[in-house]
């Protein structure tokens, strides 16, 4: 049995889907806080699952743990640009502590741990091999980091592993619709020079590499990136998206500077008067920081492969976005 923690959220409810569909027995634990994580609850209850409305940082686990045998821990506190530091303590490395304890209380075989890219920062080189210092530069990232460090105190209890997850998009994600709807509308246009790197990961990939962490045994005690193998510049992705939706993309561009100063008056303006600011720096992350990934440590740790390349996982996504009508037809 499989306990899934985030099971509301974008990954959490697609690995619910295809671990189900594997015959997987699992126990589903999501927050409802949100409208599309109504929906996403409702999906999976119509699949015949059921989604527990559980707080990771203030209730008694133990009774979700018991006769589990591999724990994944999706849920986070992530894009709230309006809370302290102290939030991103209290729900990424209390909650996980909490978890932790109940699934070493019920003889839980495994714990992976799903961290973020984020853990290094804004690095000046870009390219990040398996030595490379984490060093977070805001607050999601440095709380990810303290929850590794946790996860990593308790490997004498109980199997562990990290996943540190890139960029990940596909069907169901909600954080690249803007992106594909601008360039679908003629609105978008580039922050910057559209250089900086990226290495996504398409959702049904990264859900394959987290369930070989979870059952297999070559992972236990790594921290291994979970990202897909191509590189593409910010200009290099949104050419894919633009094709996807069949728009050609306009070629107009501004300079990032004036955007990050705006953002960082809002989240010391707004942001303190706990009002989540409509821009912030990590959203224009997008547009400047860069990272490619080495799959030497995933190389010697998993079988896993990543398959779908963004062309093609870009082309998936506006499709889905159309069937759902949050794209309109072209």
Same mark, same amino acid.
């Given at each position: 049995? @499989? ?14 889907? /295809? ?32 989604? =527990? ?19 994944? =821990?999706?849920? *986070?506190? +992530? =894009? ?36 973020? @890219? ?8 870009? =390219? ?5 210092? *984490? ?8 709380? &990810?980091?303290?929850?590794? $460090? ?27 619709? &803007?992106?594909?709807? *601008?360039?679908?509308? %003629? ?34 005690? +790594? ?12 200009? $290099? ?12 993309? %306009? ?24 009002? +989540? ?22 190389? %010697? ?25 949050? /794209?309109?037809?072209?």
């Amino acid at each position: 049995m @499989i306990l899934i923690t985030g099971a509301t959220g974008f990954i959490g409810t697609r690995m619910a889907e /295809l671990f189900k569909a594997d015959g997987e027995e699992l126990i589903l634990l999501g927050r409802l806080g949100t409208e599309p994580e109504t929906h996403r609850r409702d999906r999976l209850e119509m699949l015949g699952m059921t989604v =527990h409305d559980v707080d990771l940082t203030e209730q008694n686990l133990v009774q979700y743990t018991d006769g589990v045998d591999s724990v994944i =821990h999706l849920a *986070a506190a +992530q =894009h709230e640009a309006n809370k302290p530091e102290s939030y991103f303590d209290k729900v990424n490395v209390e909650g996980t502590r909490n978890l932790l304890d109940a699934a070493i209380s019920n003889s839980v075989r495994r714990f992976v741990y799903g961290s973020t @890219i984020g853990v290094y920062g804004n690095v000046a080189e870009p =390219h990040i091999d398996d030595d490379f210092p *984490a060093i977070p530069d805001n607050y999601y990232g440095r709380s &990810k980091l303290r929850a590794e $460090e946790v996860v990593l105190s308790r490997s004498d209890d109980i199997e562990v592993a990290i996943a540190r997850i890139s960029e990940t998009y596909g069907p169901g994600d909600f954080r690249l619709l &803007k992106l594909f709807a *601008a360039i679908q509308k %003629r609105i978008f246009f580039m922050i910057g020079n559209g250089v900086n790197l990226h290495q996504l990961v398409y959702v049904d990939d990264l859900v394959y590499g987290l369930r070989e962490m979870a059952t297999g045994d070559a992972a236990v005690g +790594q921290t291994i990136v979970l990202a897909g193998d191509g590189v593409s510049t910010t200009l $290099e992705m949104c050419d894919s998206v633009s094709r996807a939706v069949g728009i050609p993309l %306009r070629r107009f561009r501004l300079p990032l500077w004036p955007f990050l100063t705006i953002a960082f008056l809002l989240e010391h303006t707004i942001g303190r008067m706990g009002i +989540q600011p409509p821009l912030h720096r990590r959203r224009l992350d997008f547009f400047r920081k860069s990272l490619s990934f080495s799959s030497s440590g995933r190389n %010697r740790f998993l079988e896993w492969k990543p398959r779908v390349s963004f062309g093609a996982g870009a082309v998936r996504t506006a499709k889905w976005y159309r069937d759902q009508a949050y /794209l309109p037809p072209v």
